[in-house]
């Protein structure tokens, strides 16, 4: 699958995505091999970043009505010193940023958590008390408090 992303300053990107559903595993593995731009720059090599099945259906349900995407970061706090960030945002993609998921349920990533983030399994959970998008399987997470929420890096 190839398609083309406009980013800042009208800079076109184009990811080519290797996209598999595995029904018994239960999520979509996307596999985005390398960013191709005019400026060599900011060509980069992709993480590999796994979405499951629930996490792209309520990305569809969320994001069909003003085509907005799921943006996640990491940042400083939380009890075991960095916390995730998982916020709607519109559709700008920046130059360090890549996208993951389908064209309708679209993951944005930048670059620099990506380092967090790689490998990891992106999930949507529904429970009583709440419903959230949560990050599963961190293999660069050493730990993780009993929230799911923060985290600690592996040495």
Same mark, same amino acid.
């Given at each position: 699958m190839s398609h083309v992303t406009p980013v800042l300053n009208s800079i076109q990107v184009k990811k080519v995505c290797d %996209?598999?559903?595995s029904m018994?595993?239960?999520? *979509?593995? %996307? @596999?985005?091999?390398?960013l191709q731009s005019s400026n060599p720059e900011i060509t980069k090599?992709? +993480?590999d970043v796994k979405l499951t099945e629930r996490c792209i259906k309520q990305l569809r349900r969320v994001t069909s009505d @003003?085509?907005?995407m799921l943006r996640i970061s990491v940042e400083?706090?939380?009890c075991s010193g960095f916390q995730y960030k998982f916020e709607l945002v519109d559709n700008k993609v920046n130059e360090d940023d890549q996208v993951f998921g389908e064209h309708d349920a679209p993951v944005v990533i930048d670059n620099d958590t990506l380092d967090y983030l790689t490998g990891c399994t *992106? @999930?949507?959970e529904s429970e009583m008390i709440r419903s959230a998008f949560v990050v599963q +399987?961190?293999?660069?997470a050493d730990a993780k408090c009993s929230c799911g929420v923060s985290f600690s890096l592996k040495l």
């Open positions: %996209t598999k559903s018994s595993m239960g999520f *979509i593995h %996307t @596999d985005c091999r390398k090599p992709a +993480a @003003d085509g907005s400083g706090g939380g *992106i @999930d949507y +399987a961190n293999p660069q």
